[in-house]
């Protein structure tokens, strides 16, 4: 790298750190204005990593979304990065949400949401004895 610098990346936040990531063969300077990285919005995020379950057929969110959890999974994989892979129960507690709860498994289907499985009342009370319903969704990623 010569000793010029011709990019610079604006804030430290999880955008800005992964566009400097990407650049950084070619030399780059990070400025942020707190003493750390991630101190503003990129440390008020819910820490969830979405699947990409609810949004339309197609639409960029759900491409996106299926898109990144895998690239987030590998990378952690990849570089050794703590990352729990908790999954997520979608829970039909009463007669009437059941519909719901199959709409919501067709269109993690349609979206290409690996892994999503219908659970029964009992498969549920293995899995997590505290949630009740007559039946659920489980999305592992």
Avoid at 63 to 77: K, S
Avoid at 85 to 93: H, T, W, Y
Avoid at 109 to 116: F, I, L, M, P, Q
């Amino acid at each position: 790298m010569s000793s010029e610098v011709h990019i610079a990346v604006i804030g430290a936040g999880v955008v800005g750190v992964a566009i400097a990531a990407e650049l950084a063969p070619a030399g780059v300077f990070v400025f942020e204005k707190n003493r750390s990285f991630g101190l503003e919005a990129s440390s008020r995020n819910s820490e969830v990593v979405h699947a990409g379950i609810p949004y339309p057929d197609g639409s960029l969110k759900a491409r996106l979304c299926v898109e990144g959890n895998a690239l987030l999974y590998e990378f952690c994989e990849r570089h050794g990065v703590e990352c729990g892979r908790l999954g997520k129960i979608f829970s039909a507690a009463e007669e009437d949400e059941m519909e719901g709860l199959e709409r919501l498994y067709e269109q993690a289907r349609r979206n290409g949401v690996e892994g999503v499985t219908l659970l029964s009342r009992e498969e549920i009370k293995r899995l997590e004895p505290n949630v009740q319903g007559m039946a659920a969704m489980l999305s592992p990623s």
